[in-house]
C-alpha cells in the first residue's frame, strides 16, 4: 500500500473526533465511510459537519459547490460490514474503553481487508492495550492521534506499537502529509503520547497557580491565551527562544543554568490536584462573556465558531489550506 494510492476511507465512531476526521478526508477528496452504532449519532455527526462546514465555507475555504461535493463524499451507516468492506485505510474513534477498542479491533481483522492499515485516534491508550496478542495482523495498527477538532489542528502523533512495521509508519506519515497535516513521529509508546503530556502539565501549572492564590480562573485563562498560547503557533518554542535573545539560545542556556533553574523549584509536583478548578456552567458562561468578543460568548455553538474561525485564519497564514 502506497499513500498515494488510499481513496477509499472508513470511520469508525462518529462522535466529536471521528465527524471531525471525515470532514478532513472528504475535504481532501477522499470517500469517507462514517460509521456509528446509534442512529442518534450519526445524525448528531451530519449536523455537526454540516455546521463546521458552514464556518469553511464563511471563511472562504469552501464554495457552495465544494462543500456539497464534500457532504456527497461521506456515506453514513449502521452497517460494520459496509463499513468495513473495502477500506483502504480506517481511523478508528470510538470511545476510550478497553473493551470496546478491543471489539472494535477484532471486527476489523474479522471484517476489513488484512493489507488495509489502520489509525486509532486514542489519547490516554497505548496501541499494545488495543492490539492484543490474539490479533493477526498487528502490523497494520498505529496511533494516529488527533487533536480537536481534527479538520483544523494540524499536528497528528504517530505511535507505533511493538507489532506496528516501520513501513506502517511510513505509509501513514505520508498520507498526513499528503492532507497538509503535521505528522510528528513518537519513538516510544507513551500513555497520553506526547501532546497531552504537554497540555497536563501546563493544566497542572494553571491549577496550582489558582489554588496558591497567585492568579485568579478568568485571568489564568486569559495570560494563557494572549502570552505563551498565542505565540507557540508562530515558530514553536525553541525558535521562540532562539529569536527572543539577542544571542540566540546560547544566551538563553546561559540565563537557563541560573535563574531557571530557580523556576524548576516553583513548579507544581502534585498528582492529585489538592484545590480543583469549579467547574459549573455558570463558570464557563462568565469565562466566554469576559475573553471573548459579545457574538462568540452568546453560547458554545459560538464560541466554537469564533474558534474554528480563529483556526481557518492560522491555518491560511501558515498555508496549510
Ligand atoms: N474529544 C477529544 O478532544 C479527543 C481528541 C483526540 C483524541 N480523542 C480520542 O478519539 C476517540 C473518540 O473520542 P470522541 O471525543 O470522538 O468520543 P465521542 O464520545 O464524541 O464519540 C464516540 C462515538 O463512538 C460511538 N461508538 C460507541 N461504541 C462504538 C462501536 N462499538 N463502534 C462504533 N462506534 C461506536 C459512539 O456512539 C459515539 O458516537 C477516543 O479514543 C478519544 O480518546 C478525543
Not at 455527526?45 to 469553511?56: F, G, N, P, V, Y
Not at 497528528?156 to 497538509?180: H, M, N, W
Request: hydrophobic residues 40%; proline residues 5%.
Amino acid at each position: 500500500m502506497r499513500a498515494e494510492d488510499i481513496k477509499n476511507v472508513s470511520v469508525i465512531g462518529s462522535g466529536m473526533i471521528g465527524s471531525g476526521w471525515a470532514i478532513c478526508f472528504a475535504m481532501n477528496g477522499l470517500n469517507v465511510i462514517l460509521y456509528d452504532i446509534k442512529q442518534e449519532a450519526l445524525d448528531w455527526a451530519k449536523k455537526h459537519i454540516e455546521d463546521s462546514c458552514q464556518t469553511l465555507e464563511d471563511c472562504g475555504v469552501l464554495t457552495p459547490e465544494t462543500k456539497q461535493a464534500l457532504f456527497d463524499r461521506i456515506t453514513y451507516t449502521l452497517d460494520i460490514k459496509e463499513a468495513l468492506d473495502h477500506p483502504d485505510y480506517i481511523q478508528e474513534c470510538v470511545p476510550e474503553s478497553f473493551e470496546i477498542k478491543r471489539g472494535t479491533v477484532a471486527k476489523i481483522e474479522e471484517l476489513a481487508p488484512p493489507t488495509t492499515l489502520v489509525g486509532s485516534s486514542r489519547s490516554r491508550m497505548r496501541i499494545s492495550d488495543m492490539v492484543t496478542d490474539e490479533v493477526v495482523h498487528k502490523e497494520r495498527y498505529i496511533i494516529a492521534h488527533p487533536f480537536n477538532p481534527p479538520h483544523l489542528v494540524p499536528a497528528v502523533e504517530l505511535s507505533k506499537g511493538p507489532g506496528t512495521t516501520q513501513e506502517t509508519e511510513d505509509v501513514v506519515y505520508a498520507f498526513f502529509k499528503r492532507l497538509k497535516k503535521e505528522p510528528v513521529r513518537l519513538k516510544k509508546e507513551s500513555i497520553g503520547h506526547a501532546g497531552n503530556l504537554l497540555q497536563a502539565a501546563l493544566g497542572r501549572e494553571l491549577r496550582d497557580l489558582i489554588g496558591r492564590g497567585i492568579i485568579d480562573f478568568e485571568d489564568a485563562n486569559r495570560l494563557l491565551n494572549y502570552g505563551p498560547g498565542f505565540r507557540y503557533s508562530t515558530i514553536g518554542t525553541t525558535l521562540l527562544s532562539d529569536a527572543g535573545s539577542a544571542a540566540g539560545v546560547k544566551g538563553l542556556r546561559k540565563m537557563g543554568n541560573t535563574s531557571g533553574l530557580r523556576l524548576m523549584d516553583e513548579l507544581a509536583t502534585w498528582t492529585v490536584n489538592p484545590n480543583p478548578v469549579p467547574a459549573e456552567s455558570a463558570v464557563v458562561e462568565d469565562l466566554r462573556k469576559a475573553l471573548l468578543p459579545p457574538e462568540a460568548a452568546e453560547s458554545r455553538e459560538a464560541t466554537r465558531i469564533y474558534r474554528d474561525t480563529l483556526l481557518i485564519h492560522q491555518l491560511q497564514d501558515h498555508k496549510l489550506i
